[in-house]
């Protein structure tokens, strides 16, 4: 039996490979896997059967396989050159239950599970699936194999499943329906059940549905553009003309005279011969020189012979499009003349520019209709009274939207994302000049949709309480894209570039309107990403979930105070089951550093902006940098930001994203030749706060070459030493209690006083000024050690060039500023937070004396002091009490050191007019003796 049964079925399946060879032979052969949708359910009467699944493919024997779970199933692969079918065959079943089992198809390119299921010899009906039929309607067939008579039953009331056939039947029988075209946009569908008529138990349903009308985003019009005739400006340069701004490219641009020759204001007049209405204009700016500030609008109405202002403006100088809304739509409008009295300028001159001036005509009873049939025009919730009627006469897009609602057929992930309560955040452009930092992001609401260039969103917004909302399409790699603005209602925008897209939310915190703004992108319109949010997804199984379904090349984490915005394989490789140490991590850096600042008195009550971390492609330039809206991190980095347990193994791995972001908070406390320096203060701050009991940054012994030998300036001060500076502050004040918000009342003092950057000598007088104002010390020998009173007049390069000039009329006009606050209590330029036995501590020569905590404990030198000298090296015994040693010629400190034993520098000599002292914490000194 076994050898006919295999002859014949070679038979078969020769004849059956010349049936389609020449059909294969002619398309040339298929570069996929693909086994029809129909053939995924085998069902067997009782007896042994075989049977031939037709495998579409191209590929060899060799790169795909079959695997059966059921010793009575068996399947092999079969096929000459053109012709490829899976053999199935099943042994006769003598058990009284319907069995099953799966065969799993595996491929290089796509994997299949065939579901097998065989009657026995007790009563059953089996059921094939039928697949959907498409809104045109059509012929359905169901193929059902049972061993008992059955009849065939569905809803009563169903009129549009139509037999075609005799509905009654034994083994293996196709019942045949036919379907008329849907005229509606819901979709339907009728179980078809087939019962055993002497045992109702025994019963199979088959589902039939059928595609409702659908109707794409094209079908939405959009609002109207209403094209002007002509445009003339009173001043143009000769390569910009005026005309550029109304053509509807946004690669040209209108511009005013270069050079000086722009004079203000800049007045462009826009003519509409065939007198339309208007209801708001959007101002596309270049993006430079000449950015629109203040304006004013003035309109002309047919029968007018006068313009009349529309009204004042600011659309501040920035690099992103200005809608102006008319609050009454103008009628029947012959011209429009913006002026604009202020615009962008890197330089003394005055310009004006413009990319486009558009202006539109809005359709407002398409809200009315929406109203009718949803609770308000976002299009996110039906109204209780709704009926199915009313959907259909809506136009198709929207009422695809809402039978979606209606069936709760609106997929759950998608929606979470597209249907979204939106907070406002602050504006970064204000809170960067309040606050002095560099701007923070202004993406902090993520959408978790990207859309690509080309395609046409519908973005429907609530009510915005008269704030101004737009959204961002960010392109990859980019912290800034293109901006669309948005209104209340049906927005219909054309995305111009490829890019994920955020909610453009900003607003004043106090005022009672800034309040959650719904948007609702509905589907169809880009394409769904998801993002983490930690306030919301709280855990990592969350994330886990998310991130399995991102497909985009870019995924957000959004925590308290910082975004991630990194590649979506660096998540999956670096920490692909858990975000929550990361996350938290990273907030409280961005925290730390905030506290240091002392803002907590308008952060988060007027301010909330997150800063926003991205990576960046390993062929783009650099490691990591801090800039405006960003900081950016090469994503070949990330393992040392995103594995938290490398991150707590080598802290030091925080240090650079910490350094990046203190140069986001350093302004107020900077000036020229301090940049690199004047930031890690938060650096070591963070450092702490982690736990690692060493700071940075080069040892003072260096200080005592530059100030007493080198008689060197603040600006000659290496970088890595010029911080410690700031740290010794923050040690002797916080760390050692004397005034534990220094810090904090420093940045606030600088924030109302602020230095005067473009001029470095003066500001580093003011910083002295301010830190004896503050600290209420006069710290004049503080910063007489650190060169701060060391004349300088040359010209400096940081990020600029700059002519650094502190004169001895400015030490001494300064000096005296100060010399009526009391003493410091200690010696403040000696203490150090090191050890030379502190773990990381033998990366610098720290010294063995100056520990805070000699100044904390007000320590006193109760043993007495003594040095030998061998050639130029000084040894001192008994000075562990002491926080350091200086050679001094009557006032004069010649040198200074922290270590018991030191080397004087060749040009210092110790002879009968010098001496050696123990400097006390309080700065007591007491001389040493030789011995």
Not at 542 to 560: D, H, I, P, T
Not at 801 to 822: C, F, H, L, Q, S
């Amino acid at each position: 039996m076994k050898l006919n049964f295999l002859y014949i079925l070679c038979y078969l399946f020769i004849g059956y490979a010349f049936m389609t060879s020449c059909t294969d032979e002619e398309e040339g052969g298929i570069r996929g896997f693909e086994i029809a949708e129909s053939d995924l359910v085998q069902n067997f009467t009782q007896d042994k059967t075989f049977v031939m699944i037709p495998v579409t493919t191209s590929l060899p024997s060799s790169e795909w396989s079959i695997r059966s779970g059921a010793s009575w199933c068996r399947a092999v692969q079969s096929y000459d050159n053109s012709t490829k079918v899976i053999l199935l065959e099943v042994d006769q079943n003598g058990e009284p239950e319907v069995r099953t089992t799966t065969l799993e198809v595996e491929s290089s390119i796509q994997n299949y599970t065939i579901t097998v299921n065989q009657l026995g010899c007790g009563k059953a009906i089996l059921v094939k699936k039928v697949d959907t039929l498409p809104v045109e309607g059509g012929s359905v067939k169901i193929e059902v194999t049972a061993n008992v008579d059955y009849e065939v039953t569905y809803t009563d009331d169903c009129d549009w499943l139509i037999p075609a056939v005799e509905t009654r039947g034994m083994v293996d029988k196709v019942h045949a329906f036919t379907v008329p075209m849907n005229d509606s946009y819901e979709s339907r569908s009728v179980d078809v059940m087939f019962t055993c008529t002497t045992d109702a138990e025994v019963q199979a349903v088959c589902v039939v549905a059928q595609k409702g009308k659908f109707s794409g985003t094209d079908d939405v019009a959009g609002d109207i553009q209403v094209q002007p005739s002509g445009v003339i400006a009173n001043q143009e340069a000769s390569d910009c003309p005026a005309k550029n701004c109304i053509d509807n490219k946004f690669d040209t641009h209108f511009h005013s005279p270069y050079a000086g020759a722009t004079k203000l204001p800049v007045e462009l007049e826009f003519t509409f011969d065939d007198t339309p209405d208007i209801d708001y204009l959007i101002y596309t700016p270049r993006g430079g020189n000449g950015d629109f500030g203040e304006l004013d609008i003035f309109v002309m109405t047919q029968g007018q012979s006068d313009y009349q202002l529309l009204g004042s403006f600011d659309f501040g100088k920035k690099n992103v499009p200005s809608r102006v809304n008319f609050s009454t739509p103008l009628k029947k409008v012959t011209k429009v003349m913006v002026s604009v009295k202020s615009g962008k300028s890197s330089n003394a001159n005055a310009y004006v520019s413009c990319a486009e001036m558009q202006f539109f005509k809005r359709d407002n009873s398409l809200e009315a209709q929406l109203q009718t049939v949803f609770t308000d025009v976002t299009c996110s919730e039906l109204r209780p009274d709704v009926t199915k009627e009313m959907i259909d006469a809506l136009p198709g897009y929207f009422a695809n939207v809402g039978f979606l609602l209606k069936n709760n057929t609106y997929d759950e992930w998608e929606k979470k994302f597209r249907i979204h309560d939106y907070e406002p955040y602050s504006d970064v452009e204000v809170w960067a000049s309040n606050l002095m930092t560099k701007k923070y992001s202004n993406l902090d609401n993520p959408t978790g949709i990207y859309a690509n260039a080309g395609e046409s969103l519908i973005v429907l917004v609530g009510d915005t309480h008269g704030q101004t909302v737009s959204l961002q399409a960010i392109p990859d790699r980019e912290s800034k894209g293109d901006v669309y603005p948005l209104v209340t209602g049906v927005n219909k925008i054309a995305i111009k570039q490829t890019g994920m897209l955020f909610l453009m939310y900003t607003a004043d915190l106090s005022n009672s309107k800034a309040r959650p703004i719904r948007v609702h992108i509905p589907p169809q319109c880009g394409h769904v990403d998801g993002f983490y949010d930690l306030k919301e997804d709280k855990t990592d199984e969350e994330y886990v979930k998310l991130l399995s379904k991102a497909n985009y090349k870019y995924f957000c984490v959004r925590g308290e105070k910082i975004i991630f915005y990194f590649h979506t394989t660096s998540y999956r490789q670096i920490m692909p089951n858990s975000v929550l140490p990361t996350i938290n991590l990273w907030d409280n850096v961005i925290s730390w550093e905030q506290e240091l600042m002392g803002i907590d008195d308008v952060r988060p009550s007027q301010v909330n902006n997150h800063i926003f971390a991205i990576s960046l492609d390993a062929d783009d330039d650099g490691y990591m940098w801090a800039s405006d809206y960003r900081i950016a991190f090469k994503y070949t980095t990330l393992d040392r930001l995103l594995d938290y347990n490398k991150v707590m193994a080598s802290k030091g791995n925080v240090w650079g994203p910490a350094h990046e972001v203190g140069h986001i908070h350093q302004s107020a406390i900077n000036w020229p030749i301090c940049t690199e320096a004047s930031n890690n203060l938060f650096s070591n701050f963070v450092m702490h706060k982690l736990g690692e009991p060493c700071s940075r940054g080069k040892e003072l012994s260096l200080l005592a070459t530059q100030h007493c030998v080198n008689n060197d300036s603040w600006v000659d001060v290496d970088n890595e030493l010029k911080m410690r500076l700031y740290w010794q502050l923050w040690n002797y004040f916080h760390r050692c209690e004397y005034m534990p918000d220094f810090w904090q009342k420093m940045f606030k003092e600088l924030r109302t006083n602020r230095l005067t950057a473009a001029n470095p000598g003066l500001a580093q007088m003011q910083f002295v000024k301010a830190v004896c104002k503050v600290a209420n010390m006069n710290l004049t020998d503080f910063f007489e050690t650190w060169g701060f009173f060391t004349p300088i007049n040359r010209e400096i390069e940081q990020y600029g060039n700059y002519r650094y000039t502190v004169t001895t009329t400015m030490i001494g006009e300064t000096k005296a500023a100060i010399k009526d606050y009391p003493a410091p209590a200690h010696a403040i330029q000696y203490i150090e937070d090191r050890r030379q036995s502190d773990v990381g501590s033998n990366n610098y020569k720290v010294g063995d004396i100056g520990h805070y905590s000699a100044f904390k404990d007000n320590r006193k030198i109760t043993k007495k002091v003594t040095y030998s000298k061998v050639g130029n090296t000084i040894m001192i015994q008994n000075g562990e009490e002491a926080v350091a040693f200086e050679l001094k010629r009557g006032d004069n400190v010649l040198y200074f050191s922290n270590f018991f034993n030191f080397d004087l520098p060749e040009s210092i000599t110790l002879g009968e007019t010098e001496h050696i002292f123990a400097v006390q914490a309080d700065g007591t000194r007491i001389e040493a003796t030789a011995k």
